[in-house]
């Protein structure tokens, strides 16, 4: 479950603060981070920052080699296409992403500046641990779409450079690549023979079809039910015009999975087939896309339960895009549930460097913690998590789902609960009556078992939300009989079974131990504690 939310995801959250109250909690965030995780490495890129002693030329002389592209302005005068300048902002991030030579801080710790009332260029750069960022505005004016962009050292607060660059909305992705071919020459950035190659080739594609991707990407940053449902239809509409687009077809995958995982509206059986042909398709159509990569990757570790395959897509996508803070996040995810806790960790922070404001990834780095049995750095990152997001629902359940791994079921429930009271998807609703079961309270789990049916999807609850109830009641062999039904439902949640504690009582029954053998987990509890 804490791994369910997208990167876009994270960006649509983040967005709701203003600049200045965004800087207050990153300056904190920032410095626990550091603190948490070791100063050592973070640390260094922090350093990258020049201090108030230092000469500027001595500033100016460095070289640049890690950049945010901070949220592009739309000045179009239309409201209704600030989808448009968003897209943009985004796909001009995973240009500069694709050079090696770069480190490029993930859009959803960027567009936390979104927006007139940003914080000093230098304020933001150390805050996310960069030399340099880019800032801009975007029209789109009938057939012609024109961005100017400026880059900015903010060790020294000096403009280096600025360009205006128009194509015709056909050639958009064209303009893309020049515009960060030129931040890479005025960066003296070298680039590789397939670096050069992917920058010179962009294809043109219909306006109308891109039109529609920028739409899907912009609903599946705001993922509600509602817009995923919408990125679905976008995301469809623009392969309709363009059968070849690669990223919307990865865009889907994405979609699908993450509705399966939630089965808000799909069930994890319908989801399964349509992610995973989505995201075969990107791959075939760009092998060099390290999105299509994370696509399948993910299809991979949450449907397949394929360690080796999922970590080899992983690894391939981290070689096309080393910035990528999603892949390192989800590596990581996928080495915690397997009992690798501390390539979990390494994999943590990386992805903590890459995007320092996301209030999902320090969520996902807690879990390597939790198992570790270090429940105070755990605790810590669950707390900046929720600083950064204070309506997001998942800290609070990560916070009691960390006492129960910590042997504390009764401090679950407080937690649990308030979670529940926030926006939140029905297998809150499930971990809430587990807790209330296993401390006894049986009328508070059979009161949440009610409330789960109205939850649910069709009125039917998940067999995976249901053996949680009734293993906190006590009754075993019905919670096993579930979890197998789980298997068979295409369930996303059963990687969990490996490493989580609340499973424990099954562990010495013969059905749990082939269910973990059908999950290759078989082995995972014993890595992680030897």
Same mark, same amino acid.
């Given at each position: 479950?804490?791994?369910?939310?997208?990167?876009?995801?994270?960006?649509?959250?983040?967005?709701?603060?203003?600049? /200045?109250?965004?800087?207050?909690?990153?300056?904190?965030? =920032?410095?626990?981070?550091?603190?948490?995780?070791?100063?050592?490495?973070?640390?260094?890129?922090?350093?990258?920052?020049?201090?108030?002693?230092?000469?500027?030329? =001595?500033?100016?002389?460095?070289?640049?080699?890690?950049?945010?592209?901070?949220?592009?302005?739309?000045?179009?005068?239309? *409201?209704? /296409?600030?989808?448009?300048?968003?897209?943009?902002?985004?796909?001009?991030?995973?240009?500069?992403?694709?050079?090696?030579?770069?480190?490029?801080?993930?859009?959803?710790?960027?567009?936390?500046?979104?927006?007139?009332?940003?914080?000093?260029?230098?304020?933001?750069?150390?805050?996310?641990?960069?030399?340099?960022?880019?800032?801009?505005?975007?029209?789109?004016?009938?057939?012609?779409?024109?961005?100017?962009?400026?880059?900015?050292?903010?060790?020294?607060?000096?403009?280096?450079?600025?360009?205006?660059?128009?194509?015709?909305?056909?050639?958009?992705?064209?303009?893309?690549?020049?515009?960060?071919?030129?931040?890479?020459?005025?960066?003296?950035?070298?680039?590789?023979?397939?670096?050069? $190659?992917?920058?010179?080739?962009?294809?043109?594609?219909?306006?109308?079809?891109?039109?529609?991707?920028?739409?899907?990407?912009?609903?599946?940053?705001?993922?509600?039910?509602?817009?995923?449902?919408?990125?679905?239809?976008?995301?469809?509409?623009?392969?309709?015009?363009?059968?070849?687009?690669?990223?919307?077809?990865?865009?889907?995958?994405?979609?699908?999975?993450?509705?399966?995982?939630?089965?808000?509206?799909?069930?994890? $059986?319908?989801?399964? *087939?349509? =992610?995973?042909?989505?995201?075969?398709?990107?791959?075939?159509?760009?092998?060099?896309?390290?999105?299509?990569?994370?696509?399948?990757?993910?299809?991979?570790?949450?449907?397949?339960?394929?360690?080796?395959?999922?970590?080899?897509?992983?690894?391939?996508?981290?070689?096309?895009?080393?910035?990528?803070?999603?892949?390192?996040?989800?590596?990581?995810?996928?080495?915690?549930?397997?009992?690798?806790?501390?390539?979990?960790?390494?994999?943590?922070?990386?992805?903590?460097?890459?995007?320092?404001?996301?209030?999902?990834?320090?969520?996902?780095?807690?879990?390597?913690?939790?198992?570790?049995?270090?429940?105070?750095?755990?605790?810590?990152?669950?707390?900046?998590?929720?600083?950064?997001?204070?309506?997001?629902?998942?800290?609070?359940?990560?916070?009691?789902?960390?006492?129960? /791994?910590?042997?504390?079921?009764?401090?679950?429930?407080?937690?649990?609960?308030?979670?529940?009271?926030?926006? $939140?998807?029905?297998?809150?609703?499930?971990?809430?009556?587990?807790?209330?079961?296993?401390?006894?309270?049986?009328?508070?789990?059979?009161?949440?078992?009610?409330?789960?049916?109205?939850?649910?999807?069709?009125?039917?609850?998940?067999?995976?939300?249901?053996?949680?109830?009734?293993?906190?009641?006590?009754?075993?062999?019905?919670?096993?009989?579930?979890?197998?039904? =789980?298997?068979?439902?295409?369930?996303?949640?059963?990687?969990?079974?490996?490493?989580?504690?609340?499973?424990?009582?099954?562990?010495?029954?013969?059905?749990?131990?082939?269910?973990?053998?059908?999950?290759?987990?078989?082995?995972?509890?014993?890595?992680?504690?030897?």
């Amino acid at each position: 479950a804490l791994s369910a939310v997208s990167p876009g995801e994270l960006a649509g959250r983040a967005g709701r603060s203003s600049g /200045q109250r965004a800087l207050r909690l990153a300056l904190a965030v =920032a410095a626990g981070i550091v603190i948490v995780l070791g100063a050592a490495h973070l640390g260094s890129r922090v350093g990258l920052v020049r201090s108030g002693g230092e000469a500027p030329t =001595a500033a100016v002389a460095r070289p640049i080699r890690s950049i945010a592209v901070l949220p592009l302005d739309n000045y179009s005068g239309d *409201p209704s /296409q600030d989808y448009f300048a968003e897209g943009m902002t985004d796909e001009l991030n995973t240009q500069l992403a694709r050079i090696s030579q770069l480190r490029v801080i993930s859009r959803g710790s960027a567009m936390q500046f979104k927006g007139a009332n940003r914080p000093a260029t230098p304020e933001i750069a150390k805050v996310l641990g960069v030399d340099a960022v880019v800032e801009g505005s975007v029209v789109r004016a009938g057939d012609k779409i024109r961005i100017t962009a400026q880059l900015i050292d903010a060790r020294a607060d000096r403009h280096l450079w600025a360009q205006s660059f128009e194509r015709s909305s056909r050639d958009v992705l064209a303009l893309q690549d020049e515009l960060a071919s030129a931040i890479a020459r005025e960066i003296h950035a070298e680039l590789t023979p397939a670096e050069q $190659s992917r920058l010179a080739s962009a294809p043109s594609v219909r306006p109308e079809a891109y039109d529609a991707y920028l739409r899907g990407r912009y609903f599946f940053n705001r993922p509600s039910d509602e817009n995923l449902q919408k990125a679905i239809a976008r995301f469809e509409e623009t392969i309709k015009l363009e059968p070849d687009f690669a990223p919307a077809y990865s865009g889907l995958s994405d979609v699908y999975l993450w509705a399966g995982y939630n089965e808000g509206f799909l069930t994890s $059986s319908e989801a399964k *087939p349509r =992610a995973k042909a989505a995201a075969l398709k990107a791959v075939e159509l760009d092998d060099a896309s390290a999105e299509a990569h994370t696509s399948l990757a993910n299809f991979k570790l949450w449907y397949e339960h394929d360690w080796a395959g999922c970590e080899s897509e992983y690894r391939r996508a981290l070689e096309l895009n080393a910035s990528y803070a999603y892949a390192h996040d989800q590596l990581g995810v996928a080495f915690a549930l397997q009992g690798r806790l501390d390539d979990a960790i390494a994999e943590g922070r990386s992805a903590l460097d890459l995007d320092p404001l996301s209030p999902q990834i320090p969520l996902d780095a807690a879990v390597a913690f939790t198992w570790k049995k270090d429940f105070e750095t755990a605790r810590r990152l669950v707390a900046r998590a929720a600083e950064l997001d204070p309506a997001y629902f998942m800290p609070r359940w990560s916070a009691g789902w960390i006492e129960i /791994q910590a042997g504390s079921v009764a401090g679950a429930v407080t937690p649990f609960r308030e979670a529940e009271a926030m926006e $939140s998807p029905a297998y809150v609703t499930a971990w809430l009556a587990f807790a209330q079961g296993a401390t006894g309270d049986r009328a508070g789990a059979l009161a949440g078992l009610d409330r789960l049916k109205k939850k649910s999807l069709r009125g039917n609850p998940t067999a995976f939300d249901l053996a949680l109830v009734h293993l906190g009641l006590g009754d075993h062999d019905r919670a096993l009989d579930l979890l197998e039904q =789980a298997l068979a439902d295409d369930s996303q949640m059963l990687g969990w079974l490996g490493e989580d504690r609340e499973f424990d009582p099954l562990r010495t029954e013969p059905r749990f131990v082939a269910l973990l053998r059908k999950l290759s987990l078989e082995k995972a509890r014993g890595e992680s504690d030897g």
